[in-house]
């Protein structure tokens, strides 16, 4: 059973993030059924890894279509993308040097963010973007 259940809900309404999104919920459900399938730190840490890079990458699109559609709340929205990279990275670097698992807390924590970011603080730009003619 999937973490996360793409729906339209989590829609923006611009193809590009769209995609990108659904990428995100599709590679933090591969995270989940690698952790629940008990699978070996070989598999689990490049998928992390895997997860970090395309969230670095999203973010970067992302801040790039907010800048070029002059959204007045981006730099307060990059805050939240390099809290959330910091997170991240830490549990990725405690996971490498063994001192944490994979363990629902951590999923639940991911799946939360990205959720709740995509519903609240990217919605909030959409409508610069579709002004500006992304959809």
């Known amino acids: 059973m999937p973490l996360i259940q793409w729906n339209d809900s989590f829609s923006v309404g611009v193809r590009t ?18 952790m629940l399938g008990g699978q070996a730190r070989h598999v689990t840490g490049p998928i992390l890894e895997r997860l970090l890079q395309y969230t670095r990458d999203h973010f970067s699109a992302e801040e790039v279509m907010m ?16 809290d959330l990279t910091r997170q991240v990275e830490g549990y990725i670097a405690r996971f490498q040097h063994g001192e944490i698992t994979l363990n629902l807390h951590l999923m ?3 799946r939360d963010w ?17 002004a500006r003619g992304l959809r």
């Open 17 to 34: 993030i769209d995609s990108q999104h659904k990428k995100l919920v599709d590679t933090l459900n591969e995270l989940h059924d690698a």
């Open 67 to 82: 800048a070029s559609a002059a959204y007045p709340g981006l730099a307060e929205h990059k805050l939240l993308h390099l």
């Open 108 to 110: 639940h924590f991911l």
């Open 114 to 130: 990205l959720t709740q970011h995509i519903l609240r603080e990217d919605r909030n730009y959409a409508p610069a973007l579709h």
